[in-house]
């Protein structure tokens, strides 16, 4: 089975400062990584993924997320925060398994919720 | 593509009566899903399907039953609405072509049970 824990519920942050949302996850075998961002009253879309190969993942908007397999953590983090970056971020875990129902299965965080402030 | 899509967005039940989610995507994806996502704790998945006529439960299946006629649509059904119930639906789908399960959400179902 796998966990995902992230240590942070809320984070305020200034317009144009830097900010980090931590992930921790747990599994007992290797595991795909997301991002997931929902902005108010949306469903939620796909941020940016770790699959393999380079260790940093980018996303379009200018976040990015570092793959650590000793800590088992993928923090999302981006140099320079706008308004229009206040969202919840989720974190989620997809076990590298061949084949069979737990292939499937994506376990979530509790989410972040990112309050840019003017 | 429309994507994934969910109707009602909105939906105000009284305690018993039930109702069904509706939920279809356009992308031929085979694996669709059914989360609730209350505050503070995430997305926990209801029940899960890899395909037409193959349906499974996820982590919190009680009180819900969902079927799957074809691969476009995944309806969920709540038998008899419960308080508890009150949350927000999404539902997901993914192709399975990949080893890695990329879910594309739909824009939810706000559900107060009163």
């Known amino acids: 089975a796998q966990s995902v824990t992230q240590l942070d519920s809320q984070v305020p942050v200034f317009e144009e400062a830097p900010v980090e949302l931590r992930c921790n996850y747990s599994?007992?075998?290797?595991?795909?990584l997301f991002w997931y961002v929902q902005y108010p009253n949306q469903g939620l879309q796909l941020l940016l993924k770790y699959l393999s190969g380079s260790t940093l993942v980018e996303s379009i908007n200018g976040f990015e997320a570092e793959f650590n397999k000793s800590q088992t953590s993928f923090h999302l983090r981006k140099p320079s925060v706008h308004i229009s970056d206040t969202a919840e971020y989720f974190c989620?875990?997809?076990?590298?398994?061949?084949?069979?129902?737990?292939?499937?299965?994506?376990?979530f965080g509790k989410g972040t919720k990112l309050s840019v402030i003017p | 593509n429309a994507g994934v899509t969910q109707t009602p967005k909105f939906q105000v039940l009284k305690t018993g009566q039930s109702m069904t989610l509706q939920c279809a995507q356009d992308m031929n994806h085979e694996y669709m899903s059914w989360y609730r996502q209350d505050p503070g704790m995430g997305l926990r998945l209801i029940h899960y399907?890899?395909?037409?006529?193959?349906?499974d439960q996820g982590e919190v299946p009680n009180g819900y039953n969902v079927s799957r006629s074809t691969t476009e649509d995944f309806p969920l059904r709540l038998l008899s609405a419960a308080p508890s119930q009150t949350s927000v639906y999404f539902c997901?789908?993914?192709?399975?072509?990949?080893?890695?399960?990329?879910?594309?959400f739909g824009p939810g179902t706000r559900l107060t049970v009163l």
């Open positions: 399907s890899v395909g037409a006529g193959i349906t």
């Open positions: 599994s007992s075998v290797s595991v795909y």
């Open positions: 997901a789908s993914s192709y399975l072509g990949t080893l890695y399960n990329e879910q594309f």
């Open positions: 989620a875990v997809n076990p590298k398994l061949n084949s069979g129902a737990g292939s499937y299965q994506l376990t």
